[in-house]
């Protein structure tokens, strides 16, 4: 009997045991879980609360405010699930715009698509409409309500079973908390973005706490605790105003020494990604401000198997003398340097637009720096190509800009011994092509300009390793997040339209004059010539604001000549704002009110931006060619 006895105790011991096991191992699906239902709980909430209420009546109003205010706080705390386990699910629920196109890297397999957005900034941006319509409101909860059960799927709750996605989804939670989170990007009313992130923050450490007892082999470390808690006690002592907000220590001594510890966890680790959100993000990036954070496009085209150093160093020098021979031009008279200039960060600084192949007309868009081209995913101010070497192809065979021809262009280059012998030499790195073709020069010219995106700038060594900038430049970085609202478009680290995971782009309308006396809108047609929608009429896509200094003229037509003119323009609320008739224009409309001194703070900031570029000098001479009539080119071409 007393053994009968002993048996059981140990069954009931391996039971219990068994059943704290199963309880620990599933706190942090429990969280999840938990937390979910808490925030359909408060969107549900929400519907029923617009449904009752008496929208007419300021009370009425201030109480669907008010129940939008607490489900947004619900939101936040699982964030940092939602955003990574599956974002375009997440823009019913929280989405910042109505209608979406930009499907960015996803355009190189299929072409972009309407997204409507919904959830509860949507629902806000509507409530605080004059004209409200009940029935909006509730459409916009509901297809939030409906997203809700997504993430309640298994083939999403069942990412939750593994340590790997964890690291991940911290990752793009800290990328956010540099580029979106302490903006308006997504919080409509400015006043709640800080304490959205106080309580984002503190129930985020709760997920970090049940991580850890349910996957203590592959923790978050101690000394990523220690920072996070003091990032907490930074943020709780700071003003609850955005404007206020130091953005800059915020970043620099919290969120990226964060970041360093996450990548080192991923690697330490071995975390391995299933989400497209890791598409193009660098687990070895030690910052986020290394240039080597994302890489959105393949420099090397053709040549992308090529590893060995001394053979990239012969397709640069092959890539540069091309960049600057005039033979890839239908006339051999202008090369690629005649519009981007190498001493003025690969624009045209000289002129508006830059001339026509004809000598005669001038184009119709004005030079883009090709220095950091490589941080976006489509290309040109109108989104019009996926790759570098697309964009290269199009730019030398177009009638107005360079006027060549696939073929020709091949066969001169060809005549020429120099060329000819290395590019025979670079085809056994090309296994799949059995001739020299036209990919080849082309990629050999895009890897040659690709490597001037790889500079840094004051601000980059501030934030990568303590270097001191100016207090007007730490300023103007701090109105750039805040008041200024330069940081809803320009995202960190490139300051372009490229945001967190760097997936996808912005495209913007902000109601370009065509002359600086504002009588007209800009004639061109943007982002629409390309993708044909209300939303896209005269949109262009974000560029970056790095070396702004050396790049003017601004805009797409290169209508302003000054940072001043450029900062005024935002300053009044774009084109509506100086009275201009833009029905789509995304920019706000209402002044910022910067003051003089706030302004010159921003153009200090923008300034901490310039990179230490180390421009080449030109060639000395160009290759011989066999054709007699080629050997007159001159290096850079002639306009």
């Known amino acids: ?48 609360k617009i449904k009752n209420s008496d929208l007419a009546s300021p009370l009425g109003k201030a109480q669907v405010k008010e129940e939008i205010g607490r489900a947004r706080l619900k939101l936040k705390g699982i964030d940092i699930w939602l955003r990574y386990l599956e974002p375009v699910t997440y823009n019913k629920i929280n989405g910042p715009l109505p209608v979406e196109w930009e499907n960015e890297v996803f355009e190189k397999f299929e072409k972009p698509y309407r997204r409507e957005g919904a959830g509860l900034s949507l629902a806000q941006i509507y409530l605080d409409n004059p004209v409200i319509s009940k029935d909006t409101l509730l459409r916009l909860v509901a297809q939030s309500l409906t997203a809700i059960k997504t993430f309640q799927a298994d083939s999403i709750t069942g990412q939750l079973d593994t340590f790997d996605h964890f690291f991940l989804a911290n990752r793009l939670y800290l990328l956010n908390l540099a580029a979106v989170y302490t903006t308006s990007f997504e919080c409509p009313d400015p006043k709640n973005v800080i304490p959205e992130l106080r309580s984002m923050l503190t129930d985020i450490k709760g997920i970090y706490t049940d991580f850890n007892r349910s996957f203590p082999a592959t923790p978050l470390t101690k000394d990523y605790l ?226 001037f995106s790889n500079y840094y700038a004051p601000f980059d060594e501030a934030m990568n390793a303590n270097k001191p900038i100016s207090r007007e430049s730490v300023s103007g970085f701090n109105l750039f997040m805040g008041k200024a609202r330069c940081a809803t478009c320009h995202f960190v680290p490139q300051f372009n339209g490229v945001k967190p995971p760097y997936i996808s782009s912005e495209f913007e309308v902000l109601g370009v004059p065509d002359d600086t006396t504002y009588q007209k809108l800009s004639a061109d047609r943007g982002r629409y010539e390309v993708n ?75 300034h901490s931006l310039n990179e230490k570029v180390i421009f080449q000098k030109p060639p000395e001479t160009l290759p011989t060619s066999s054709s007699k009539e080629l050997n007159g080119r001159k290096v850079g071409g002639e306009y």
Not at 290 to 303: A, E, H, R, V, W
Not at 325 to 350: E, K, M, V, W
Not at 553 to 577: I, K, R
Request: proline share 3%; with cysteine; aromatic share 12%.
């Open 226 to 451: 220690d920072l996070y808690d003091k990032t907490i006690a930074f943020v709780n002592a700071q003003p609850s105003d955005h404007t206020l907000f130091d953005h800059y220590t915020f970043i620099k001594d919290y969120v990226n020494p964060l970041f360093a510890i996450n990548q080192k966890l991923i690697n330490t680790y071995n975390v391995i990604s299933k989400s497209y959100n890791d598409y193009t993000l660098n687990n070895d990036a030690p910052s986020i401000f290394d240039k080597q954070l994302y890489t959105p496009q393949n420099s090397k085209g053709i040549f992308s198997l090529v590893k060995n150093p001394e053979t990239l160093e012969e397709i640069k020098h092959i890539g540069k003398l091309l960049f600057y021979d005039p033979i890839l031009s239908g006339n051999n008279r202008r090369s690629c340097i005649s519009c981007h200039r190498s001493t003025q960060y690969f624009t045209d600084t000289a002129v508006q637009t830059s001339l026509q192949f004809n000598e005669k007309e001038r184009l119709a868009r004005n030079t883009p720096s090709l220095v950091n081209v490589i941080y976006n995913h489509l290309l040109m101010l109108d989104g019009k190509h996926i790759s570098l070497q697309a964009q290269g192809k199009a730019v030398m065979t177009n009638p107005i800009e360079m006027g060549g021809k696939e073929e020709e262009i091949l066969a001169k280059v060809l005549s020429c011994k120099e060329y000819k012998t290395a590019f025979k030499k670079f085809l056994k790195y090309t296994p799949e092509e059995k001739n020299i073709s036209f990919d080849h020069i082309v990629s050999a010219v895009t890897y040659y300009y690709s490597e």
């Open 532 to 606: 044909p929608a209300d939303e896209t009429m005269n949109a262009f896509r974000t560029g970056s604001i790095r070396n702004a200094e050396y790049t003017k003229p601004y805009m797409h037509n290169g209508v302003f000549t000054t940072l001043e003119q450029v900062v005024d323009f935002y300053d009044a609320g774009g084109g509506v704002g100086k009275k201009l008739n833009v029905a789509n224009q995304t920019l706000s409309a209402d002044s910022l009110k910067l003051t003089a001194s706030e302004k010159k703070e921003l153009i200090s900031f923008m």
């Open 1 to 48: 009997m007393m053994k009968k006895i002993r048996i059981l105790s140990v069954i009931v011991a391996v039971v219990v045991c068994s059943f704290t096991l199963g309880k620990q191992v599933t706190t942090y699906h429990t969280h999840y879980t938990n937390a979910l239902g808490s925030f359909e709980d408060a969107d549900r909430d929400l519907y029923n």
